[in-house]
Nanobody, 120 residues
Framework: QVQLVESGGGLVQAGGSLRLSCAAS??????MGWFRQAPGKERDFVAA????????YYADSVKGRFTISRDNAKNTVYLQMNSLKPEDTAVYYC???????????????WGQGTQVTVSS
């Protein structure tokens, strides 16, 4: 049984940092992605990483501020978020898929989400 569990969300002031974690179980050799959804908006791609960690993709809006990484020994993917802005406020979801992609439809498994709120 595949399970993805996010943690690390919370309330932070603009300019601050948070690190999200996604603990995965029941799967191997999957690409991992982070997506986010703000109230009343569509779910957007944030970042993705290949199984080996050698290839990463980022949305333009987070390049230079967010870093995705993974520790396969711990079956965990991380999203380090620095210089946070109020527009980063959203529910953040991690996802696992067989193909490294920026499209949410290519991901097979999803976590329950964790709320990130950035105050101005």
């Amino acid at each position: 049984q595949v399970q993805l569990v996010e943690s690390g969300g919370g309330l932070v002031q603009a300019g601050g940092s948070l690190r999200l974690s996604c603990a995965a179980s029941g799967l191997r050799s999957y690409a991992m992605g982070w997506f986010r959804q703000a109230p009343g908006k569509e779910r957007d791609f944030v970042a993705a990483i290949s199984w080996s960690g050698g290839t990463t993709y980022y949305a333009d809006s987070v390049k230079g501020r967010f870093t995705i990484s993974r520790d396969n020994a711990k079956n965990t993917v991380y999203l380090q978020m620095n210089s946070l802005k109020p527009e980063d406020t959203a529910v953040y979801y991690c996802a696992a898929g067989g193909i490294l992609s920026t499209g949410d439809l290519t991901y097979d498994y999803w976590g329950q989400g964790t709320q990130v709120t950035v105050s101005s």
